[in-house]
């Protein structure tokens, strides 16, 4: 994890060129960088290069993983749902086609097409979102070629990786592809017991391509991510395809101190579900899901004296749909649509502005609004809520909103910052329109509700960091608290329509509920033999009505290690997670035991003419511990031992 700061930047302030770096490296908030080794294990983390996209986002204390099985796991930042959390391809809307919730928006890239993850939070209309950086080339004076060529083995799952990439940098024109697949078979958990669906098949290509006119950039990007025979162990069905097309285009200039940006994006999902691999289906049923969105999106960034001025804005239509046929034995099948064919078009603005009243203190202010409308097409759909007594006007009018300000205190090895963000967030398309969306973790049945307010919220942070003598520390304390927080609550009245399933839930606005959480870190001897961090976290919630929150953590400590000796480099981390007990019953959350976690790599840089071999051996729950979290659906346990090798051949 590294801070990307400002610091010193402002000395350099009035000089148009660091004005543009500086609007460039404005990213005020926390960035877990992806896939660069150097960088990676330079705040000493012991990180692997051969980890997933998402084992190495669970390095950090603010992120969690939901688990379904041994692909596409979720990633939750400080326990938000995945509706509380916008998660971004590269500042692009996208949405996932999956009504069972089996694709996260970080199943259709790779880590491969990955620069770094931001984490934001102060201005953006949702509570929070988290943007995937994609790569990108750059425009420089001498041209270069780069590319690499990698591949790994696991000993666990046999899971292999392998891929390729080609760049090429110059001063008006950049260029960059890559390739990447992977497989794996079921893995072992901790008592050697193989952990069946949890297999799964991948591949993935990016294009990126960047021009220089004079002052203006121009750059085109295309995402190809195709999944297949993807087992979800913690479900009762599995997918046999899961595809996604990404396309961006984006232009870039500077008019005088003012950084313009715009982007005109498409992304499209299909989502095919599979229930033929099980040994017993009680009804056979096909169920595949679509979405499809395209935006428009801008950013301008300023300086003027000592202000720093944004404006952003967006216009996003997104149309989803997912549909479910039964085929009961004897009987006629059944048809219905579990997202009847909604389309959400909405607009939002966020202005915001920095002001930096000296050296040491600076105020960061920011709102943003957005309206839209959520249109059903389909008279199925406006037929299946017609039965539970909703009368579906048009289309529903969503508007939400959220303001914040940051005050931000620095001197010399000091750093303070104060954020409070308050605001509402619109209900998603599932909590408003769905119809018998099957949830296997508590096993009932969800219909949306057209009449959900929006839920609000309140948020506070305090982040203290100081570095003393090549030592830092840092804690952070945070706090949401809701109201009108939404929530499946069950309705005795309806029955089930998945065989063997526990009941209906109708989504409500549950009136209140709080999380709180926080972390206290440490990097040490930075400079000396053994650079060492420490992370302590934890996060608590509770619901007036429904008692515990889900996705909470319990105690949670972090230990990193890394060592060089000669040309080998040694990482150790060490991950011990106290016992669960506070698992949201309502939720179908289950509590967990306490886990320890050891992983260990050694790696090794081999120079070949004017190339580089890296080669990396990695183990991974070196314990063998049989584990699961409260995070993993129906309970399903954990990896246990792996080993993989891996070998990175890069020019
Ligand atoms: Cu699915």
Known sequence: MIKKG??????????????????????????????????????????QMSASLEETLDRDADLDLIRRGGYA??????????????????????????????????AYVDEQNLHSLEKKGSNDVTIHSLNLKLKRGEFVPTSKHYGSFYSSVNSNNLGTRYGGQYGFNSMRLWLLVNANGSRASNYSDGSNREVRFTQYEKFNAMASVGLKLGRNEFSATLVKDKAVDVGYAGLPMDVSSADALIARFEHQTMLGNTNINHQVYYNSIVHVMDDTKRDSVAMHMDMPGWS????????????RGNWLLRAQYELVQNSRRAEMTMYPENEAEMYMETWPEVVRS????????????????DILVSASLSTGVDK??????????????????????TNAGAGSARIRFRKSSFEHQLTLKAGNRAPELSERFGFYLYNSQDGFD????????????????????????????????????????IFGVQEPAYFAMTPGGGGVKIYENIGKAFILGGELGSSLFQSGK???????????????????????????????????????QFGLSNKWVNRYNRASLSFGERNAKNYWLMDATISTNLPLKSTNILVELAGNNLLNQYYTTHLSWNGIPLMGRNISLMAKWSF
């Not at 499809?292 to 300086?303: A, D």
């Open 6 to 47: 400002i610091l010193g930047v402002l000395l350099l302030w009035s000089t148009p060129y660091f004005a543009q770096v500086f609007l460039q490296i404005d990213t005020l908030e926390e960035v877990v960088v992806i896939n660069h080794y150097a960088t990676k294990s330079g705040g000493p983390n012991a990180v």
């Open 73 to 106: 796991a979720e990633v939750v930042y400080h326990g938000l749902s995945g509706t509380q959390t916008n998660t971004m391809i590269d500042g692009m809307r996208i949405y996932g086609a999956c009504t069972d919730k089996m694709d996260p928006v970080t």
């Open 292 to 303: 499809e969105t395209k935006g428009i999106s801008g950013r301008l960034n300023q300086t």
């Open 346 to 361: 909405f607009a939002s603005v966020n202005p915001s502005a920095t002001y930096y009243f000296n050296e040491n203190y």
């Open 376 to 397: 059903m097409q389909s008279p199925t759909g406006i037929k299946q809520l017609e039965v539970f007594g909703y009368t579906m006007p048009d289309g529903i009018q």
């Open 446 to 485: 969800y219909i949306g509700n057209p009449d959900l307010k929006n839920e609000q919220f309140l948020h506070v942070s305090d982040d203290v960091k100081f570095d003393q003598l090549g030592q830092q520390f840092y804690a952070k304390a945070y706090a949401y608290l809701f109201d009108q927080y």
């Open 530 to 568: 053994i650079p060492t961090t420490a992370v302590i976290s934890y996060r608590y919630g509770r619901s007036e009505r429904f008692g515990y929150l889900p996705q909470m953590s319990p105690l949670a400590f972090t230990l990193n290690h890394t060592y060089t000796w000669k040309k080998l």
